[in-house]
C-alpha cells in the first residue's frame, strides 16, 4: 500500500450512484487526492440491517452498484480495499433458509456457529458473564428447525447477522472463496472486519483468543499468497493494539480519534503525544469512519490504567454532545437501534463543533501521526449530522452515513474547509519527508510533531492557546512555512 492518503467510502452514499459514477467522481472532482480507495460493503444487498455488513451473497457486487467488471476496472487505477466480513453473514442467505428448512439435514449446518457446539454440556451463568459482547443483552438468537425443534445460533452484532463456523471445513472454504474472488478482481487489501469476535471457546471471553490471532495469521496467509494485504479491525484496550500490530500486516489506530478531540477540548496534547511515543507505525490513521467514535481504545480496562481516565472520558463524551447540539446524543448508546454501546455517533466535523480550524488542524495531526491516513468521504466533505436520515432509520450510525449524490458534491467541494483540506492532502502525499523517521514532543498545549528523510523535513506545530497551527518544510537548505489558517484564508 502506497503512503498516500486513501479515501473510506460507500458507493452508493457518495455518488447516489454506482461503481462507474464514482470512478468518474475520483478521475475529475477528486482528481490527484487518493493513491487507494476503501469500498465499504458493496454486497448483495447493500440495504440489510447493516448496511452490508450482512451479506446475503459476499461474492456478488450488488446490481445496483455495477458488477465485478466495474470494480476490477477501478482497481486499474486505485488500489481497492474491501471487507471481508470473517464472522458473520446475513440470515437472508440461501445457505442459512436452506438451514431453517432443513435442519442438522442441511449441508450448511456446518457452515453456522450454534451455541451446542461451543458449549455442548451447556452455558454455565459463569461461562455467560465472561463472554465479551458489543452489545447488550444475549449474543444467541433461537430460530425454530423442523420437526419442532429449536437451535440457539450466534448472532453476535444483530438476530440478521448468523456467525459463522471458521473451524468448519465449510466456513473455511467459504472464506477461501471470497479470497479467490477478491484476487480475481483487483482488491490489493482487505479488512478483516469483526475478526476478534470470530474465533469461540467455552470458559473464555470468546474474543482476541490466542486461537483468534492463528486464525488472523492463516487467513492473512492465504491473502498474502493471493496478493492481497490485510487491515485488522480491531476495537480494545490500547495495550492489546500494540500486541495485535506485531502480528498482522495493518491494524486501525482507533486511539487517535478520541485523543486528539480530548486535545482540542482540554488544550493538553500530553496524552495524545504519550500514544504517539507507542502507537503502532504498521497502522492505518482514521478520525472518523462508518462506525461511531471509538471510546474503548483510550479507556481503562481490568483494572489496567487507559491512555484516559473515566473522568477524562465522561468529560470527552458530554463534549461531543455539547458541541454537536445534542445531536449526538440522539445517536448513541441506547437512544438508537445500536448494536454496540462503546461508540458515539457523530460526524467529526460536529464533534468539534463545526469549527473549521479545529478541524483542519485534527486532520493536520492526523496525518502527521505514523501510519497510513485513511479520510472517510463524510470527512472529506466536513458533512454535518445526517439527522433527518437518523430519523428515518432509528439506527445511530446513520447520523455518519449520508447520501451525498453529485449535486452535494459539488456544493460540499466549493467550502473553504474542504478546499483547504483537499490541499492538505495534496502536501501529505507529495512531502517525501513522510517516509523517513518521525518524532514527537508537546508543553501541554503545544504540539511538535516532525518528519526527516534524507534532505527533507516537515514539523507541524499546534499551539492551542493562540489558535496557531504552521507546518515548516525545509529541503536542500529551502525553508517553507504555512499556516492553516491561510489555508483557509487563501480560498
Not at 15 to 27: H, M, P
Request: charged residues 25%; proline residues 3%.
Amino acid at each position: 500500500m502506497k503512503n498516500n492518503v486513501q479515501l473510506m467510502t460507500y458507493i452508493d452514499r457518495l455518488t447516489g450512484a454506482d461503481t462507474q459514477t464514482l470512478s468518474n467522481i475520483l478521475n475529475t472532482q477528486l482528481a490527484n487526492l487518493f493513491s487507494g480507495v476503501h469500498l465499504l460493503p458493496f454486497y448483495y444487498p447493500i440495504d440489510g440491517s447493516d448496511a452490508g455488513f450482512d451479506p446475503i451473497d459476499h461474492t456478488q457486487v450488488d446490481s445496483r452498484l455495477g458488477n465485478w467488471t466495474d470494480v476490477k476496472e477501478l482497481g486499474e487505477g486505485y488500489e481497492l480495499m474491501a471487507d471481508l466480513i470473517v464472522n458473520h453473514m446475513s440470515a437472508q442467505s440461501k445457505e442459512f433458509k436452506d438451514v431453517i428448512k432443513n435442519g442438522k439435514e442441511s449441508p450448511y449446518w456446518d457452515l453456522f456457529l450454534t451455541k451446542e457446539k461451543v458449549f455442548p454440556n451447556g452455558l454455565s451463568s459463569d461461562e455467560c458473564e465472561k463472554i465479551y459482547r458489543p452489545r447488550p443483552g444475549s449474543c444467541f438468537t433461537s430460530f425454530a428447525l423442523p420437526n419442532n425443534e429449536t437451535a440457539d445460533f450466534w448472532t453476535t452484532f444483530t438476530d440478521n447477522q448468523i456467525d459463522i463456523d471458521i473451524k468448519s471445513d465449510i466456513g473455511k472454504d467459504y472464506l477461501s472463496r471470497i479470497l479467490k474472488t477478491f484476487s480475481e478482481n483487483n482488491i490489493k487489501s482487505i479488512r478483516l472486519d469483526a475478526a476478534g469476535y470470530a474465533f469461540k471457546k467455552a470458559g473464555t471471553s470468546c474474543f482476541m483468543l490466542d486461537e483468534t490471532f492463528e486464525f488472523i495469521d492463516e487467513l492473512s496467509k492465504t491473502a498474502n499468497d493471493l496478493g492481497i494485504e490485510t487491515l485488522v479491525e480491531i476495537h480494545s484496550y490500547y495495550q492489546t493494539q500494540i500486541e495485535i500490530a506485531k502480528r498482522v500486516d495493518r491494524v486501525y489506530d482507533f486511539a487517535l480519534p478520541p485523543l486528539v478531540l480530548h486535545s482540542i477540548f482540554t488544550k493538553d496534547f500530553t496524552a495524545l503525544v504519550k500514544w504517539l511515543k507507542i502507537s503502532p507505525r504498521n497502522c492505518i490513521t482514521v478520525l472518523d469512519t462508518h462506525d461511531g467514535i471509538g471510546i474503548i481504545d483510550v479507556g481503562p480496562m481490568d483494572g489496567r490504567a487507559g491512555l484516559l481516565n473515566n473522568t477524562e472520558i465522561d468529560n470527552l463524551v458530554e463534549k461531543i454532545h455539547v458541541l454537536s447540539a445534542g445531536e449526538s446524543k440522539k445517536a448513541t448508546g441506547v437512544a438508537a437501534s445500536n448494536v454496540d454501546l462503546y461508540q458515539v455517533n457523530c460526524t467529526y466535523y460536529d464533534a468539534l463543533g463545526q469549527n473549521d480550524f479545529d478541524y483542519l488542524v485534527a486532520r493536520a495531526i492526523q496525518f502527521f501521526s505514523p501510519g497510513i491516513p485513511q479520510v472517510y468521504y463524510v470527512g472529506l466533505l466536513a458533512e454535518k449530522n445526517a439527522m433527518v436520515l437518523l430519523s428515518q432509520s432509528n439506527v445511530g450510525r446513520d447520523i455518519n452515513r449520508p447520501y451525498v449524490d453529485i449535486t452535494g458534491i459539488n456544493k460540499a467541494l466549493e467550502k473553504s474547509l474542504t478546499k483547504a483540506l483537499m490541499k492538505l492532502i495534496q502536501f501529505r502525499n507529495s512531502c517525501s519527508a513522510f517516509n523517513g523517521d518521525f518524532e514527537v514532543t508537546n508543553e501541554q498545549s503545544t504540539l511538535k510533531m516532525s518528519w526527516k528523510n534524507n534532505q527533507v523535513s516537515t514539523t507541524l506545530v499546534v499551539d492551542l492557546v493562540d489558535n496557531e497551527a504552521l507546518i515548516e518544510v525545509n529541503e536542500n537548505s529551502n525553508q517553507s512555512i504555512i499556516s492553516l489558517n491561510s489555508f483557509l484564508d487563501e480560498v
